[in-house]
């Protein structure tokens, strides 16, 4: 199989089998989606899904929650992975949007990399969760799911998975595309033994070859 028809192929599978793929985070405007995705770095949604209401209730938008001191607004988030960087984080950015954005979240990755706690992959999901722009935020389960399948070559870090993959998705999938990735790498190709009798890539996928079919076939052939 050449690299065009594996990705042809997994596109093709996801488009039938998962078509209308969204963030499993829960929001209602651009401000919320962002505090969340702030919170979710090394950190599960369902536990950044507990903790958000309360904060959105507390500090419904930036002008509330750039008032909001440390000692505030750390034990709304102290059960999140690293509350103390993403309290100060979220103070930040907070601040930021209402001096430097009118209160609203920018829509640019140059302008949200601008902000406490948002670097390139928190850019990619708020442009293209938000406004369907063709971003592909690389985290742990695109970066592991494109390597195992083979969408990737040798990409050594989350930029170079994004390019390559970016290279072969057409733009008007790549936001969808990075739903599929994610929830595939979080509910079947998990990180210490993926579910491949379970998962409908196998003709395509290059670990499943090498590792799991190989593995099935060679006994069957030295037997003969």
Known sequence: MTRKERFQFVLD?????NPDAETELLYDNPYQLLV????????????VNMTTPAIFERYPDAVTLAKASFEELFPFIKSISYPNNKTRHLIGMANMLV??????????????????????????????????QPNMAVDTHVF?????????????????TEKQLLQWIPREQVHVAHHWLILHGRYICVARTPKCSE????????????NVLKTVVEPVEKKR
């Open 99 to 132: 001096d430097r954005f009118g209160g609203a979240v920018p829509l640019t990755v140059e302008e949200l990399v601008q902000l406490p706690g948002v670097g390139r992959k928190t850019a990619n999901v708020i442009t293209s969760v938000v406004d369907n």
């Open 199 to 210: 998962c409908g890539l196998r003709p395509a996928c290059k670990y499943y070859a090498k």
């Open 13 to 17: 599978y996801f488009s039938k089998n």
């Open 36 to 47: 969340a995705v702030i919170l979710s770095a090394q950190c599960t949604d369902k536990r």
């Open 144 to 160: 592991r799911v494109a390597a195992r399948i083979g969408l990737t070559i040798n990409a050594k870090t989350p930029l170079a």
